[in-house]
């Protein structure tokens, strides 16, 4: 992230959440030099001469983190790139994203580490770290150079994008994961079953005539290398879970004590494959695919049970060109840094689905899984602050993107619940435009 | 009606009006000229992005037979050969004001893309394995012809049916009409979940016997690489239509182009149950009816006659 002066400011009578430090409140949230220094009784709090945010009726959580996102650098910066990308997520109260390496060329050296982390130094807004490929190339032959690309700052491995078809080769990465740590990441996909499918395989696909990627394209391999990590006794994360089936497999190896941990993505758990009837590829293709409404419930009760650790957006910006194309040869992905909260909240929260505090623990989830500390609220701790306003209705895309892509699949929609300000790494990160005109005023 | 898109998207009322246009039109056929002034000086574009011979050769002439100014335009030799973007080339052909755009593309969506790009109307010529909706017109058309009405008929789609938009179309179309669908094939070329489109799915030719209509799909040879089927020879014992299959009041239709000796025997396809030869007969007429449907009829249901006046489409259409 870029460096900066640690904010100074005092978030005035906000209703305080942070389920897991057991925090839940109306509070004065005082941030010195970029750390929380107490949180005091409504009104208590000594200004000091610093920034006073009148936060009455809004709420503030830990803010947000993001194991997965596509940041499009090096190669694609048509679509995005460190600045914009991390705008995008502060915007959506993000204080952590964690980059994919399925960029072009592939993160697959120390250098191509060193120089992202560097681009993040120069232009994040939020801190950013960077995953490295586990195959060299991500052609799925031979292993990077995965303790060359720790000591170079790489916060884990992904292929991201792509399963690892060789299970000789995966086992080999779980062994070396031993000497040089590093959680393994994993999109799960048999790209036999999947085929040239382009949605889910049921009575929509059939519908529609489009080739289908099966709910088993995913288990089956989750099944596999739950097996694999258990042998080694590796720390695996599996990407964005799609599938009942799915849940069950990382259910079933959690219970058997496999160091697993698994994320689910906004759109998995708020639309289901009768959205792609439309053909809209720009909000609805991405793999994996929109499942059926048992699977969109299944991952729900994940949330719930703490079989899914995480919400991650796998934020995948594509340019317009793009996605203005027929279904089938749209590319696959939709953006979700800067709608994560306020969709979830509408959808599963507003509705009594799921709590909020649940919907809370979970947007922040995503650390611990790579070895990183969860953003929390409590005093002393480094300020990473999302403050929000839970009735606030707006219109997604209507007044433009962070991101510099427009793929986003809530385009259109009316939300509830925003976020107005972001303080991430102990820096003010974001301001809702608005937002902060009101506080000058 | 402002484009044609899909059969799922048109009632039944809107399936009979161009059912009894075309009518109409097979009556303009029977004359001496079988020209009509009705679409002079307007334009219409065939786009096919895929090779066809029966589409592509029965909209071309429906469209002159309508008098219109035909720009016929085949991917192969065009700029799209050159990797214009099917958006690019839209806009291309917009600037010479075309009434209607009649695309065939191999992938789905693709009319519907069209339709949001250009003034003009859309008739989809089949997109990707999605649908075919002029390809179930004038099967409705052929059917009605022979049956009267297709109420309570039982209508066997027997073959590859994950490959094929004509059979999406068709049973959708043939269940719109009121007849009972069956679809049969292979497990594997059968979509998981396609009886939720209102058939009924079953995996052998044991009850071929209760059809009325035997309508039977192409089997590309190809299917067999992908393992979709072990061999030709093992998916013609299961599934080929032949004399001994095809009772005598059955009556057997085909989109086209026949394999003969994989999906149907020879002597099935010139048996005088098929009305494989009216299939394509129709196709004319129903397509003249469905660029007339969408570029003249201003709603009503008059017959055309020769020398009426020319209209102008309805500029907002109903819902497509």
Redesign the interface.
Same mark, same amino acid.
């Given at each position: 992230m870029r460096s900066g002066e640690g904010a100074e400011v005092v978030l005035r009578g906000a209703t305080v959440l942070d389920p897991v430090a057991g925090i839940e409140g109306v509070h004065d949230v005082v941030v010195r030099a970029g750390r929380v220094a107490e949180l005091t009784a409504p009104g208590a709090a000594a200004a000091d001469g610093v920034e006073e945010v009148e936060a009455e009726g809004l709420h503030a959580f830990p803010a947000f983190f993001d194991p997965h996102v596509h940041l499009r650098v090096p190669g694609q910066e048509h679509k995005e790139d460190v600045e914009t990308g991390s705008r995008a997520a502060a915007a959506g109260g993000y204080c952590g994203i964690l980059a994919m390496a399925n960029t072009e060329p592939p993160v697959s050296t120390p250098a191509d580490v060193e120089a992202l982390r560097e681009a993040a130094r120069e232009a994040a807004s939020v801190p950013t770290g960077f995953l490295a490929t586990v195959t060299r190339d991500m052609e799925g032959g031979e292993l990077t150079e995965m303790g060359a690309l720790r000591d170079a700052g790489a916060v884990g491995f992904s292929d991201d994008g792509l399963p690892i078809r060789n299970a000789r080769l995966l086992r080999r990465a779980l062994q070396y994961q031993q000497l040089c740590g590093g959680t393994i990441a994993l999109h799960e996909e048999d790209p036999e079953l999947s085929g040239d499918g382009a949605m889910h395989? !049921?009575?929509?696909?059939?519908?529609? !005539?489009?080739? !289908?990627i099966?709910s088993v394209s995913e288990s089956t391999m989750i099944a596999r290398d739950a097996a694999l990590a258990a042998y080694e006794g590796a720390r695996i994360h599996v990407q964005h879970l799609s599938a009942a089936e799915s849940v069950d497999a990382v259910r079933t190896a959690k219970a058997a004590g496999v160091r697993i941990t698994c994320e689910a993505s906004p759109h998995h758990l708020c639309l289901t494959d009768e959205a792609v009837r439309s053909?809209d590829p720009r909000r609805f293709k991405m793999n994996p695919p929109l499942r059926a409404e048992a699977d969109r419930q299944a991952l729900i009760e994940g949330l719930r049970d703490g079989t899914i650790d995480c919400v991650a957006t796998d934020h995948a910006p594509h340019a317009a060109?793009e996605k203005?194309?027929?279904?089938?040869?749209a590319a696959m992905g939709v953006t979700g840094l800067e709608t994560a909260f306020a969709a979830l909240h509408s959808e599963l929260v507003l509705p009594g689905t799921i709590e909020l505090s649940l919907l809370v623990e979970r947007l922040a989830g995503g650390a611990e899984p790579f070895g990183i500390e969860r953003p929390t609220l409590a005093p002393g701790s480094e300020a990473n602050i999302a403050l929000c306003d839970l009735g606030a209705e707006w219109t997604v895309g209507e007044e433009g993107y962070e991101s510099r892509s427009q793929n986003s699949w809530c385009a259109g929609l009316e939300l509830t619940g925003r976020v107005l300000m972001t303080l991430a790494g102990g820096q003010v990160a974001y301001r809702l435009r608005s937002f902060s005109l009101g506080v000058a005023a | 009606m402002k484009h044609l898109l899909a059969i799922e998207d048109l009632s039944r009322a809107e399936i009979e009006a161009i059912l009894d246009r075309a009518e109409s039109f097979a009556e303009v056929g029977r004359r001496d000229i079988k020209k009509v002034p009705t679409l002079r000086g307007r334009t219409v574009v065939s786009l096919f992005y895929e090779s066809s011979t029966r589409t592509s050769a029965s909209f071309e002439l429906a469209a002159k037979r309508l008098s219109a100014d035909l720009v016929s335009l085949k991917a192969a030799g065009s700029s799209v050969d050159k990797g214009e973007s099917l958006k690019d080339t839209c806009a291309t052909l917009s600037a010479y004001d075309p009434a209607a755009i009649v695309i065939r593309h191999p992938y789905a969506g693709a009319a519907q893309l069209v339709a949001g790009w250009t003034e003009a109307a859309v008739v989809n010529a089949g997109d990707g394995k999605h649908e075919h909706p002029s390809q179930a017109l004038l099967d409705l058309f052929t059917l009605r012809r022979r049956l009267g009405s297709l109420e309570g008929k039982r209508i066997w789609i027997v073959g590859d049916v994950l490959h094929s938009r004509v059979a999406r179309s068709n049973l959708i179309a043939f269940g719109a009409m009121g007849a009972e669908v069956t679809v049969c094939g292979p497990p594997a070329l059968i979509p998981r979940g396609i009886e939720q489109l209102g058939c009924a799915v079953t995996h052998s030719l044991e009850g071929l016997g209760e059809a009325d209509v035997v309508y039977a799909l192409r089997l590309q040879r190809e299917r067999m690489k992908e393992s979709f089927v072990p061999s030709i020879r093992e998916y013609a014992a299961h599934f080929q239509i032949d004399s001994r299959r095809l009772g005598p009041r059955q009556l057997l239709m085909h989109p086209g182009p026949v394999n003969r000796g994989v999906e149907l025997s020879g002597e099935a396809v010139d048996s005088p149950q098929s009305l494989i030869a009216e299939q394509v007969a129709s196709g004319l007429v129903v397509r003249m009816a469905i660029l007339y449907e969408l570029l003249a009829s201003g709603g009503d249901s008059a017959a055309p006659v020769e020398g009426e006046p020319e209209r102008r489409p309805t500029p907002i259409g109903q819902p497509a």
């Open positions: 395989e !049921g009575p929509v696909s059939a519908a529609l !005539g489009l080739a !289908g099966p053909l060109e203005e194309v027929p279904f089938e040869q | -």
